[in-house]
């Protein structure tokens, strides 16, 4: 007989390589489940009239030992006792000849048909309506308003202290302007409530993400007459930052490549692509062996995985295939530490960089930038750079760019290849063949 699982056990229980189901013994068909990434959840096992098994997710697994106030809610976060409580009345339920996994469908199907009227339940119908149909970042607005996919990936799930689960119960006709103030300020100060925090320091940029996505939810409410108005209206939208022109001059790009030296293999290699192909951070971080040709010389970035949804088509110098090589992976993922997750800790990664750089405040989007204007500096036609940024703009913009699909393969590979050997002579201490970057913005 499986013994009861306690809240201490189950906060001393690690994530594997696999998916993990504890069974606890308190309760009849009652698990723990602990994905790989560690996310935990409760889920009940039981048969449905017929003999048919079934799995029911009851919620993410609350560890703290803290009950909240009234009956536990399915899809709520869920402490032990509470988990216990909600599987006995299910169990109830069955025992009452209930299907109660078809009770739940019809239950979602009513929501969906009349609409929510609490905040967490439109946040959910916005998210899976909308957002997941139309938006490829859909992830991220969905966490701002305190949502995350479930772990079976079959629908939607409260975060633990999110906004969502703050709000849960909130009538979204009370909803103000005084609310989304005090949210956005709240953001703006503490951070996304449920989400950790990264960053020290008031956030203006998570503030106006927070801002955005209420403000957006509740426009797609109003013109479904969900509500009569959007509260976000007259609250004061925090202010855009001025567009950045900083660039690493010349003697600060080779801190930089000496500063990126210093770390793991894997670290440095994935720090120097991204100076030597403009590329962003994500894309070359989940860069894919499958995504290379098989001479290595051409990386092609799904369209699923670049910021405009289309699919673009890098040629890699020499220097960049020397640093891929010696990453020496085995896997599908090119940049990783472990052979199943891609490259973390980039909080970390970056103070180690500003501490062996010692230059003003920086972001590790300046090296886009700064592969960009150096480009440009060598002489490359403008389109040419933004061929190469993947960028619908300027020169690719509007009707031009509607019908001027040439992929300018030939002359990328130039520009790349220029751009690499210009690196290469400054980190080497060669005189440049070339103009070099100006000072600009000094980094």
């Given at each position: 007989?499986?013994?009861?699982?306690?809240?201490?056990?189950?906060?001393?229980?690690?994530?594997?390589?696999?998916r993990r189901e504890i069974r606890d013994g308190g309760c009849p068909g009652l698990y723990l489940i602990i994905q790989s990434g560690g996310h935990r959840s409760w889920a009940l096992r039981f048969r449905r009239p017929g003999g048919k098994p079934a799995k029911l997710t009851l919620g993410p697994a609350d560890l703290t030992g803290q009950e909240a106030e009234g009956e536990p809610v399915l899809g709520a976060p869920l402490t032990r006792a509470s988990a216990r409580m909600l599987a006995t009345e299910l169990h109830r339920q069955r025992a009452l000849g209930e299907d109660v996994v078809a009770v739940r469908h019809r239950e979602r199907l009513e929501r969906m048909a009349h609409g929510g009227?609490?905040?967490?339940?439109?946040?959910?119908?916005?998210?899976?309506?909308?957002?997941?149909?139309?938006?490829?970042?859909?992830?991220?607005?969905?966490?701002?308003?305190?949502?995350?996919?479930?772990?079976?990936?079959?629908?939607?799930?409260?975060?633990?202290?999110?906004?969502?689960?703050?709000?849960?119960?909130?009538?979204?006709?009370?909803?103000?302007?005084?609310?989304?103030?005090?949210?956005?300020?709240?953001?703006?100060?503490?951070?996304?409530?449920?989400?950790?925090?990264?960053?020290?320091?008031?956030?203006?940029?998570?503030?106006?993400?927070?801002?955005?996505?209420?403000?957006?939810?509740?426009?797609?409410?109003?013109?479904?007459?969900?509500?009569?108005?959007?509260?976000?209206?007259?609250?004061?939208?925090?202010?855009?930052?001025?567009?950045?022109?900083?660039?690493?001059?010349?003697?600060?790009?080779?801190?930089?490549?000496?500063?990126?030296?210093?770390?793991?293999?894997?670290?440095?290699?994935?720090?120097?692509?991204?100076?030597?192909?403009?590329?962003?951070?994500?894309?070359?971080?989940?860069?894919?062996?499958?995504?290379?040709?098989?001479?290595?010389?051409?990386?092609?970035?799904?369209?699923?995985?670049?910021?405009?949804?289309?699919?673009?088509?890098?040629?890699?110098?020499?220097?960049?295939?020397?640093?891929?090589?010696?990453?020496?992976?085995?896997?599908?993922?090119?940049?990783?530490?472990?052979?199943?997750?891609?490259?973390?800790?980039?909080?970390?990664?970056?103070?180690?960089?500003?501490?062996?750089?010692?230059?003003?405040?920086?972001?590790?989007?300046?090296?886009?930038?700064?592969?960009?204007?150096?480009?440009?500096?060598?002489?490359?036609?403008?389109?040419?750079?933004?061929?190469?940024?993947?960028?619908?703009?300027?020169?690719?913009?509007?009707?031009?760019?509607?019908?001027?699909?040439?992929?300018?393969?030939?002359?990328?590979?130039?520009?790349?290849?220029?751009?690499?050997?210009?690196?290469?002579?400054?980190?080497?201490?060669?005189?440049?063949?070339?103009?070099?970057?100006?000072?600009?913005?000094?980094?």
């Open positions: 007989m499986a013994k009861q699982l306690t809240a201490a056990a189950a906060l001393r229980l690690r994530p594997g390589k696999v009227k609490t905040f967490a339940a439109a946040a959910v119908d916005y998210i899976e309506q909308y957002a997941m149909r139309r938006t490829r970042g859909w992830r991220d607005r969905a966490r701002l308003l305190g949502l995350r996919p479930t772990a079976e990936g079959n629908g939607l799930e409260l975060i633990p202290k999110g906004l969502a689960d703050r709000w849960r119960d909130r009538p979204i006709a009370e909803i103000d302007g005084d609310d989304i103030h005090l949210i956005v300020d709240e953001v703006r100060e503490r951070g996304v409530p449920g989400l950790e925090r990264r960053a020290e320091g008031p956030s203006d940029s998570q503030a106006r993400a927070m801002f955005a996505g209420l403000s957006k939810m509740f426009s797609w409410l109003v013109a479904r007459r969900r509500s009569r108005s959007n509260p976000c209206t007259g609250v004061h939208r925090p202010a855009t930052l001025k567009a950045r022109d900083r660039v690493l001059t010349s003697s600060k790009l080779v801190a930089f490549w000496r500063a990126a030296d210093a770390e793991r293999r894997e670290f440095g290699a994935l720090l120097k692509v991204l100076l030597l192909t403009g590329s962003r951070l994500n894309e070359v971080a989940g860069m894919q062996s499958a995504e290379l040709t098989d001479d290595g010389a051409t990386w092609t970035i799904p369209g699923e995985r670049t910021k405009n949804g289309r699919v673009h088509v890098v040629p890699l110098s020499p220097l960049v295939r020397e640093l891929i090589a010696s990453v020496g992976t085995d896997t599908n993922l090119v940049f990783t530490t472990n052979g199943t997750t891609l490259v973390s800790g980039w909080s970390k990664i970056k103070n180690r960089l500003d501490a062996a750089m010692q230059i003003p405040p920086w972001r590790l989007h300046d090296l886009r930038r700064t592969c960009a204007t150096g480009i440009a500096e060598l002489g490359i036609a403008p389109h040419i750079v933004e061929a190469v940024l993947n960028h619908v703009s300027g020169a690719r913009a509007g009707v031009a760019g509607t019908y001027n699909r040439a992929v300018y393969a030939g002359e990328k590979k130039a520009a790349l290849e220029r751009w690499a050997a210009h690196v290469e002579g400054l980190i080497e201490g060669r005189p440049p063949k070339v103009v070099p970057l100006h000072h600009r913005a000094e980094a």
